[in-house]
């Protein structure tokens, strides 16, 4: 048995849709989690500084006595976590790698849809992964800028005009190229899983990339004892404002506020 804890990080609070994996899979896991919400996005930064975001939160996690941590943000994933392996000697786990193996899986065309944030389909990240591993995919991308302000604004509903507008915007393409497996490549887009599976219908497979890491994590790491689990809870910014949008992603209630870092002192 490993008590030690597994930390997660995320530009904001869409990597509690991993955490939320974690804890239906790994109840007697401990789990530090920090939530950047002081520079969310990073889906519109450059490389240079995603890298330092990510060394960052990195950093701070380490203060505490982790066997793993979870990149659980797909930007930072595509951007940062080959270097930030290279650099800290514990397991990192992103959200890019295990989303591909489960499209590749579950794909019966081989014609696979991913939609993210800009950063991320900028990347090309999910492309080189799915191709490398079989060259005979057909891989479509579409960024979704309007998706995290409106999940994190409650708009995830179905019957929502607004959000059913901008699925349909964003994913007519995706549906017309007849892609029957969609990676949610951003860990917001879960809890738009209703709206996005009614728009693409239900021949075409949704892949949550947040609870795929978090599968890897749970086939990866030793487990702790049972009933020695615990969350902890992290922000950059506006910690009173965490409960009430926590509990959203969570999907149960978070009690009290989270803690407040000054993440710029790491």
Same mark, same amino acid.
């Given at each position: 048995?490993?008590?030690? $804890?597994?930390?997660?990080?995320?530009?904001?609070?869409?990597?509690?849709?991993?955490?939320?994996?974690?804890?239906?899979?790994?109840?007697?896991?401990? !789990?530090?989690?920090? &939530?950047?919400?002081?520079?969310v996005p990073y889906g519109t930064r450059g490389r240079d500084t995603i890298i330092k975001y990510a060394r960052q939160d990195i950093r701070f996690l380490l203060g505490y006595d982790l066997k793993a941590i979870v990149v659980a943000c797909n930007t930072a994933s595509a951007a940062a976590l080959d270097t930030v392996r290279h650099e800290f000697d514990l397991p990192i786990f992103g959200t890019v790698e295990p989303s591909c193996d489960k499209a590749r899986c579950v794909t019966r065309s081989g014609r696979i849809g991913v939609i993210g944030t800009a950063a991320t389909v900028r990347s090309g990240i999910y492309e080189h992964r799915l191709r490398a591993a079989d060259p005979a995919l057909t891989v479509y991308t579409a960024a979704c800028p309007l998706f995290v302000p409106l999940v994190e604004n409650g708009r995830v509903h179905r019957g929502d005009i607004v959000i059913e507008t901008v699925v349909r915007e964003y994913l007519q393409p995706m549906r017309d190229a007849g892609v029957d497996t969609l990676i949610l490549g951003c860990t917001h887009y879960p809890l738009l899983h209703d709206v996005i599976a009614d728009f693409m219908g239900a021949g075409v497979t949704l892949v949550d990339s947040g609870a795929e890491a978090a599968n890897a994590v749970r086939r990866a790491v030793e487990p702790a004892q049972v &009933? $020695? &689990?615990?969350?902890?809870?992290?922000?950059?910014?506006?910690?009173? &404002?965490? $409960?009430?949008?926590?509990?959203?992603?969570?999907?149960?209630?978070?009690?009290?506020? $989270?803690?407040?870092?000054? !993440?710029?002192?790491y």
């Open positions: 048995m490993d008590n030690r $804890a597994i930390g997660v990080f995320d530009s904001g609070l869409g990597g509690l849709t991993c955490v939320r994996r974690l804890h239906e899979t790994m109840p007697q896991e401990s !789990i530090i989690y920090f &939530g950047d919400t002081g520079r &009933g $020695a &689990g615990g969350t902890q809870y992290f922000v950059s910014d506006d910690p009173q &404002g965490f $409960a009430q949008l926590a509990g959203l992603f969570l999907q149960e209630d978070v009690h009290g506020e $989270a803690g407040l870092i000054d !993440i710029s002192a």
